[in-house]
């Protein structure tokens, strides 16, 4: 079975972040990193071609200036090869435009299985796994919370609101995973030394026949939000119980 | 070009259409001159009531779907209607589940960019919309440049639910094209987890846990704090991961939003994640014994100190009464 992971590379999440002066979109030009979302998907492609007795696990990512360290992340874990999709004209794209190009990549691995995050850590639009579902003709289950494979059928434990859905369809399709689906594997030091030589395809938009097109929306400013008046701090002397007992009868919650 | 009519997407349970769908319908109601309901599931002409209550003149209903997964049929519905001529200036659609399905495919379908995490909107000539980022310390505005409609994915209690008090909706079928393999996606089975006392985004108090109380069955000070506070428990996504708590009772970005009007957070640090999902709450009181905590520059209240004698205390002191 040959799987493809999206896998996105963004800024170091622990790092302070910061806007573009210009179009206030998220600054990615210092190194990236593998977003911590996708680990799981790229867990889970592995275990599930494993379970399938053989078949590839494919990375595919859009990310600029080249950067593969997150790819290599990935590639040390075990994935097989990566396309990276890399092209100044994509800079600042949309959910939609994404998409759009992750999805002409996607093809080219032929895959029986996509997997995605149901979210990305600095983007958290949380639609463009289903924006490539839908212009690849693919049914989608977002929010797994368990997969499996039963021949020619993916099943998914679903998250909702109430609890969870069993959900089935039919391979191929695309599926979106939770935190916390399967445990992420470390890297083995010979995982990252074999990771090095691992073919990493870099394409541009045009290698893809995708126009980047116009991006349908714009950031027009970004203010401060109104602050919460500082509170009172105080340290537990052994009166800190009381102290929220006599805050919650100022409220007449009790 | 002024907005004249608004299509929400409108999610219902069993008891009737979703909190956010009442609440993106208010906001639709003061934003355009006519509102109109998308709709599926078993119960929409009971629904239409309610519906109208709040403003919507005509539901169009996409039927029962029969176990599929909503996302692509109810997508591919309103394609169709737009490819027609027969579109809205703008669609609203809750943060949920299914929500984020159906935007995600009807963007694809259409063409139609998307703007998500979206927590305030302004009307005008053209709507513009308001995202909360690096833990809601900022507010990006934006707004779509292309031809429309736009697609907006609103986050939950982002606006005052309002009835109107408008008569019944009228409920017309929108018929769902052959969507091919897209729309196999079925609910085979349907779990649904035990709950008692208040829910989590409609409490009055909400009592939350992080990783600082140790281990999981700690967790049981929170919900005995809570329940005697006729509250509700909530979840840092560290202890959700961890096993310790279900997903549902998770707060943050990717959890719930909640307001009440006091929210305590136990042995929680305040990453922005986090606080992106209770910082609107009226009185937030934390404790943590970080004294440099994030949570602390939100709290109304901070105690600095040990979960694991703070709230005892506070349990016994609020048996006590
Ligand atoms: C894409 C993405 C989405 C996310 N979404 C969410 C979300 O929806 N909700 C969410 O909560 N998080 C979310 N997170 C995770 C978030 O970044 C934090 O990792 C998480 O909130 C931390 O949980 P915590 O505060 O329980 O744990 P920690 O950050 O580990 O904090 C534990 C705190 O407990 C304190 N402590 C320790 N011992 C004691 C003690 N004995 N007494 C008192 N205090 C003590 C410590 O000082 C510390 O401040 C998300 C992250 C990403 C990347
Ligand atoms: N530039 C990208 N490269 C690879 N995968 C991506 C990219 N953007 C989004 N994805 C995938 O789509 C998921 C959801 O992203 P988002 O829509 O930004 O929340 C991510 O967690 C990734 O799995």
Redesign the pocket.
């Known amino acids: 079975m040959n799987v493809v992971v999206c896998v996105k590379q963004i800024p170091d999440?622990a790092a302070p972040q910061s806007l573009e002066p210009g179009t206030h979109t998220l600054a990615r030009s210092g190194k990236l990193i593998l977003d911590?979302?996708d680990a799981y998907g790229v867990e889970m492609a592995l275990q599930l071609a494993e379970q399938a007795g053989g078949g590839e696990v494919t990375l595919v990512s859009m990310a600029p200036n080249g950067e593969t360290s997150g790819l290599r992340t990935a590639l040390a874990m075990g994935a097989a090869k990566a396309i990276l999709v890399s092209d100044d004209s994509l800079k600042g794209a949309d959910a939609l435009t994404t998409a759009k190009i992750l999805a002409a990549a996607i093809k080219r691995a032929e895959p029986d299985l996509i997997v995605a995050a149901t979210?990305s850590?600095d983007g958290?639009t949380g639609t463009t796994p289903v924006q490539i579902a839908e212009i690849l003709g693919l049914p989608s289950i977002t929010f797994a919370k368990s997969v499996a494979i039963d021949g020619s059928t993916i099943k998914v434990d679903r998250q909702t609101e109430a609890g969870y859905d069993e959900v089935t369809a039919p391979l191929p399709a695309l599926v979106t995973v939770t935190a916390g689906v399967v445990e992420p594997r470390y890297p083995s030091f010979k995982g990252i030394m074999a990771a090095k030589s691992k073919p990493v395809d870099v394409l541009t938009a045009a290698d893809l026949g995708v126009g980047a097109g116009a991006n349908g929306q714009e950031i027009t400013s970004v203010v401060d939000a109104e602050a919460r008046a500082a509170g009172e701090i105080v340290v537990d002397e052994g009166d800190g119980a009381q102290r929220i007992v006599s805050y919650l009868e100022s409220l007449k919650l009790i | 070009m002024a907005i004249e009519k608004i299509w929400v997407v409108a999610e219902a349970t069993e008891s009737g259409p979703t909190t956010t769908t009442l609440e993106l319908l208010s906001a639709a109601r003061s934003l355009a001159g006519t509102v109109e309901a998308i709709a599926w599931g078993p119960n929409t002409a009971a629904n239409a009531a309610v519906l109208g209550d709040y403003g919507v003149t005509t539901v169009h209903d996409v039927g029962d779907l029969a176990g599929a997964l909503p996302g692509a049929a109810v997508a591919g519905a309103m394609a169709a209607a737009i490819a027609a001529g027969q579109g809205p200036s703008a669609i609203l659609i809750p943060t949920s589940y299914d929500g984020r399905d159906i935007a995600g495919r009807l963007s694809a379908k259409a063409d139609l960019p998307v703007l998500t995490n979206i927590t305030g909107l302004e009307g005008g000539d053209e709507l513009t919309t308001q995202h909360p980022v690096f833990g809601g310390t900022q507010i990006v505005n934006a707004r779509f440049t292309g031809q429309g409609p736009g697609i907006f994915v609103v986050r939950a209690k982002s606006f005052a639910p309002e009835p109107a008090g408008g008569a019944p909706a009228s409920v017309v079928a929108l018929a769902v094209p052959d969507l091919g393999a897209t729309n196999t996606a079925s609910i085979v089975n349907r779990h649904v987890e035990e709950r008692t006392g208040p829910q989590l985004d409609e409490a009055a108090v909400v009592v939350s846990g992080?990783?600082?109380l140790?281990d999981a069955a700690n967790y049981s000070m929170v919900e005995e704090a809570a329940k005697l506070l006729n509250g509700a428990a909530g979840a840092?996504?560290?202890?959700v991961d961890a096993g310790w708590v279900p997903y549902s009772h998770?707060?943050?970005?990717?959890?719930k939003t909640v307001k009440p009007t006091v929210y305590l957070a136990c042995?929680?640090?305040?990453?922005t994640?986090?606080m992106v999902?209770m910082k609107g709450s009226k009185n937030i009181i934390a404790?943590?014994?970080?004294q440099d905590?994030p949570i602390f520059t939100v709290a109304d209240l901070g105690i600095v100190?040990?979960?694991?004698k703070v709230l005892p205390a506070l349990i016994e002191a609020l048996k006590a009464r």
């Open positions: 999440p911590d979302s979210e850590s958290y | 992080g990783r600082g140790g840092s996504r560290a202890i998770q707060v943050g970005q990717t959890g042995g929680i640090s305040g990453a994640q986090h999902g404790i943590n014994k970080d905590a100190g040990d979960v694991h």
